[in-house]
């Protein structure tokens, strides 16, 4: 006889026990989840002694939602790991390698926690050319270089409230202090959210334009976002302090950056979509704030910061969801610093540059006491022999002298409510505070609103911001390569070994470099944000909410 209850069948005790069984686990699992994320230690904080003084070997013992705290040291993690499918940068390997996703890694002192790529026993950051360790030897005797620390591929990964130094370059390329990618060489996007906060990459070596030198303070590629990097400082970098590239809708900010005494303050290759460059500085650099297509390996090409979904508006309600706001950028008039390859190109006193970008957006910035060019935009004709990534996308190709030229030309860019001071005082014919070499294009680039704090705005062409200049959405053209305003800007970045005879120009030439001391940063003012409670973090909750990543940038 079947009993009912309630118009359903009683269960039986076998079944009811398991349903209980079942309950339980399911609130285990709830439980394990809330509170699983673990603390994993390295050196010593407040003469608390970690299990770990190595942070590639906590990270190997880490799980996603793990917190590893490095405590204050000088960190030289001699060993060199490459991740697995590496190519370009990524065939030198790393000193620290992340490849676990969600996990957050934070120094307890921003200055005093330093990742160095010095020989051990060295002293911290040595400028010593025989202390300075340069990785394996590939098959003919050559150090292959090395990286710092890589996050490979893996999202939702925090690196926040450390220094990086001297992981220089060599034969497989390497010399990135610090670095997010997400497929690096590969032309595709492999890595989603991340978050970088309270950085800071220098070095005190630099062995001349072949190498080894530090290539990127502070980088990220390869990258489809969101990510952020906020609080940062890159100084003495051979080629860009920062970067970003390889992202055609990168979805990623860059706050209150600090980019100073390199070849580039800040470089994006192909770098597009949804970027924000806001709140920054950048200072003392050959060039100062430099975008641009580029038939490289950060494929696809080109640059273009057009908002990449039909009808979407971009942060100023255009077309634009690319944008340089709010940021300073002066005295970039500086040849003794490092430099090499292709950012030798950058035309020296030059503040901000595009250079073959397209749909860009600069609004609002403080730009002055730049020699050449206040803000200055131009074609990128790319010269270097393609990789097979490479295809010309956005650029037209030609064969020159049997060379592979692809010609990237500017167009549909928006410059406007920037103030000016003190911008081409080199006093060069067509130096000035806004520049523009282009083609006739549709729509055309745009200037209105910029101001010069003298009353006079200088421009090449002259009225720039009057129609048709001044007009978004229309064709235009800006002064032609073989203009005046062209054979400066070839000058200015040493595309002719000596200036045309026909061509008076005179800029800054490099004398010696002149490496500077990294002063010290701000620092998290509370390192235990966000942790789970530990002995370094005894007063936090057991189970705090989970760590944005990436986040909002830093007050």
């Not at 992340?98 to 957050?104: A, D, Q, R």
């Not at 390889?246 to 990623?252: H, N």
């Not at 290759?269 to 970027?275: A, E, F, Q, R, V």
């Not at 297509?293 to 077309?319: F, L, R």
């Amino acid at each position: 006889m079947r009993l009912i209850l309630d118009g359903r069948r009683r269960p039986s005790r076998a079944r009811m026990v398991a349903g209980v069984l079942a309950a339980a686990f399911a609130l285990l699992l709830l439980a394990a989840s809330t509170s699983a994320a673990r603390v994993i230690t390295v050196g010593i904080y407040h003469g608390k002694k970690a299990r770990f003084q190595s942070i590639q070997a906590a990270i190997e013992k880490a799980k996603p939602g793990d917190w590893i705290l490095v405590g204050p040291g000088d960190y030289k993690e001699t060993a060199t790991r490459v991740p697995a499918g590496a190519k370009g940068d990524d065939r030198a390997g790393a000193g620290v390698l992340v490849t676990t996703p969600g996990i957050h890694i934070r120094g307890m002192d921003r200055n005093g926690v330093v990742l160095d790529g010095t020989k051990a026993g060295s002293p911290q950051c040595s400028a010593s050319a025989g202390d300075q360790e340069r990785g394996p030897l590939d098959g003919e005797g050559h150090p292959t270089g090395r990286n710092g620390l890589i996050v490979f591929e893996a999202e939702g990964v925090s690196v926040e409230n450390l220094t990086a130094c001297n992981f220089l370059n060599g034969s497989r390329g390497g010399g990135d202090e610090l670095w997010f990618d997400g497929g690096g060489a590969s032309g595709t996007q492999k890595l989603a959210s991340w978050r970088g906060a309270y950085l800071s990459a220098t070095s005190t070596f630099y062995g001349g334009a072949s190498e080894p030198f530090v290539s990127y303070g502070i980088y990220a590629s390869n990258t489809f976002g969101p990510g952020l990097y906020t609080r940062v400082f890159a100084d003495n970098s051979a080629d860009a302090a920062f970067y970003i590239g390889a992202c055609p809708d990168c979805k990623t900010t860059l706050d209150q950056a600090h980019g100073t005494y390199s070849d580039l303050g800040y470089s994006g290759t192909n770098s597009g979509g949804h970027l924000v460059v806001q709140n920054s500085e950048f200072d003392q650099n050959v060039s100062g704030f430099v975008t641009n297509s580029q038939n490289n390996d950060d494929a696809p090409s080109p640059q273009s910061g057009a908002c990449p979904k039909e009808g979407e508006t971009g942060p100023t309600g255009t077309h634009s969801c690319w944008l340089f706001t709010g940021n300073s950028v002066h005295d970039n008039n500086n040849p003794n610093v490092p430099t090499t390859g292709s950012a030798e190109a950058a035309p020296i006193g030059a503040g901000v540059v595009i250079a073959g970008g397209r749909f860009d957006t600069v609004s609002g910035n403080r730009v002055f006491n730049n020699g050449s060019w206040g803000i200055l935009l131009a074609p990128y004709p790319a010269s270097e022999e393609p990789p097979p990534v490479a295809h010309c996308e956005g650029g037209v190709g030609e064969t020159v002298e049997g060379k592979s030229v692809c010609y990237f030309d500017d167009w549909g860019n928006e410059i406007t409510k920037n103030t000016l001071t003190n911008n081409g005082f080199f006093g060069n014919q067509s130096n000035v505070d806004l520049a523009e070499i282009s083609n006739l294009e549709n729509p055309g680039n745009c200037w209105h609103g910029n101001v010069d704090t003298s009353g006079t705005v200088t421009s090449e062409p002259k009225a720039i911001q009057s129609p048709p200049h001044s007009e978004c959405g229309i064709p235009d053209a800006g002064e032609s390569l073989a203009s005046p305003l062209g054979a400066q800007v070839a000058c200015a970045t040493g595309f002719f070994a000596e200036c045309p005879s026909n061509v008076v120009a005179n800029y800054p030439k490099r004398e010696k470099v002149a490496l500077q001391t990294m002063p010290a940063q701000q620092t998290m003012a509370n390192p235990c944000e966000g942790v789970p409670r530990d002995p370094w973090c005894p007063k936090n909750p057991i189970s705090p909410p989970p760590y944005p990543v990436p986040g909002v940038p830093a007050k």
